[in-house]
């Protein structure tokens, strides 16, 4: 791990407080530990209930909890593995999909600041195998550091 | 809200599954709600128990459980308002402000996702006040879509 060093004050600056804050939109949604793990598969095409089961040990119970809420709320379209067919699949949606730069980020963020001692996973570009960042770019798409970002929320 | 079309098939494409997952990693932390919105807070400046637990108008034995959490997680550093003072503040620390990425996507998310209807909080520049937004690249500094990406798991 790395040491654990207090960052500069004003990293981010507050300007006012009375939007809605995407945050805590965003964490409406997914503030539950599983419902962003199974958009993560769907995406990633484990899309079947039992596929999804298996490889989250999760109960079929909270699974179907979870795969009914992120149905009604636009994340996942339930769809017949083949036409006429009883059997179904999850597929995303452009709005669980949106959610990528979300999951790159924290995939990022685990590699520096998850157990340097374990492997973890990476994203990378398809063609040249080497890891994608994320980076915030301004208008001009020059990178802007946190500290000079002010959030209006 | 917008219309919900399902995204193109093999948006992301997984490669392996042997990796420590980061995502979920970072849920670990942070997926309960309440841990991101008070790492939130602290870094725009709200940093007090009492500001904290009005602002996120949460109970003071969950607010007091999180903030433990928090503090023996490395996430925030529990320091005296002046020294010698009984009084204190939280601090974010590196670990912390490395999850504005996360932070600032979940925003940029929501303005496009969230219910249009509403005013959605946003992350300018700065120096422009024009809204910042997240940018996948490669190695090159070059932009990368979804669909040219892999995850190794």
């Known amino acids: ?3 654990l060093v207090m960052a ?9 407080h009375h939007n809605h804050c995407g945050i805590a939109e965003a964490l409406q949604f997914f ?14 095409g484990i899309d079947r209930f039992d ?6 040990q999760i109960s079929r119970n909270i699974l179907t909890k979870r ?12 769809t017949p593995v083949k036409e006429g067919s009883k059997r179904h699949r999850y597929a995303p949606t452009e709005k669980s999909l949106a959610l990528a730069p979300v999951l790159i ?9 998850g157990d340097t001692s374990k492997s ?3 994203v990378v570009d398809a063609k040249t195998g080497q890891a994608v960042k994320t980076k915030i770019v301004n208008q001009d798409g020059e990178e802007v550091t946190t500290s000079q970002m002010k959030i209006n929320l």
């Open 31 to 44: 503030g539950d530990r599983w419902s962003l793990l199974i958009i993560r598969n769907v995406l990633m």
């Open 67 to 78: 795969l009914n809420a992120l149905e009604s709320d636009g994340f996942l379209l339930k």
């Open 120 to 122: 973890w996973s990476s």
């Open 51 to 56: 596929a999804l089961q298996e490889d989250l």
């Open 8 to 16: 500069e004050k004003d990293s981010l600056q507050l300007v006012t």
């Open 1 to 3: 791990m790395r040491k």
């Open 105 to 113: 980020a924290m995939i990022e963020w685990s590699q520096h600041w």
